[in-house]
């Protein structure tokens, strides 16, 4: 199979075009006659002489220039590990992967570059998913549309694609996940924070971040591009999660500290809370109360309405001056 983005088939122009007038290169995936197309406006492609039932009988331009691009951006992160235009095994559909990326942790990630609304987007994700492929879709510079300045007109297959990451979640509470704008001058743009602003397609973000392709990332967990300030982002975002952590466990020694059994210099007042506490249960139930009047104190011997515990089985009480003389030797 000749992969026409491969760099080894950049100066064999003459060579290719032969091949497919003499009828030795046919398409993969219909079995019908191609030509080489190469001229100064649109980027060197193959195409099908007739107009062929095929998936990739009418590749546009734009498509073409970004897929260029981005094959040879992906070679350059894992060189011999990119294939392209794999099938997606979906049942009763021709549906293609522009590329197939296997990572060196074994990770499969598909590129879709999308130019237009895509009808069976859920199918497409239930049937990567059943495959253990992670789908990243990157839009065209064409299907980026301005309501204002700093407010998106997203379409339906935009607001399904809408994707959140770790690179979202640094934003610290912010809602929303991200969509990633590709052109062929390898321009990228990467909405983060989308969030619904007006039903049922306005959508405000809360960061954008530009630059070249060049100065991208790939992600080799979830095959996503992202720049240095997401990086960057992501490492703030750690080290305040380690503090928070930090701190939660200093909270949680200092109230285990609090909780825990008073030292001996406190038995006085343990003593007295437990005394309180018998009083009060000594003095429930149904034995009328006659704290109003004088009772003897079962100590001193003296009648008194200045105790501190009547104790209903002898009908006495103990003082409040011979209370403090039973602390003290407590």
Known sequence: MVNILDAKWQQQGELLRGLTQRGELVCPHCGQDINLRDGDVRRRHFAHRTLADCPFKEPSAEVLDIKTTLYQWLESKMPGNVQ????????????????????ENGKRFGYWIVDRQVRDRTERFDAAEKQGILPVILHTASVLKFHTDDILELTASQRAFRKRSIYDVVLQGKSGGHLQFLTGHKDLKIFRGLSLLHKPNLYEWDVL??????????????????????????????????????????????????????????????????????????????????????????????????????????????????????????
């Open 84 to 103: 392209m235009d794999c099938r997606l095994e979906m049942p009763g559909k021709e549906v293609y992967w522009d590329f197939l990326v296997e990572s």
């Open 209 to 330: 971040r530009s630059g070249g392709l060049d100065d991208a990332f790939f992600d080799d967990a979830t095959g996503e591009l992202f720049f240095k300030e997401d990086q960057d982002a992501e490492r703030v975002f750690e080290e305040q999660q380690k503090q928070r952590g930090k701190k939660r466990e200093e909270d949680k020694k200092a109230s285990v500290q609090r909780s825990a059994p008073v030292a001996s210099g406190m038995s006085y007042r343990t003593s007295t809370l437990q005394f309180k506490e018998s009083v009060v249960r000594e003095s429930s139930g149904n034995v009328q109360n006659r704290f109003n009047q004088p009772v003897e104190c079962e100590d001193c011997g003296q009648m008194t309405c200045d105790l501190v515990k009547w104790i209903p089985k002898t009908g006495k009480c103990v003082c409040r001056a011979c209370n403090k003389i039973r602390l003290s030797k407590a």
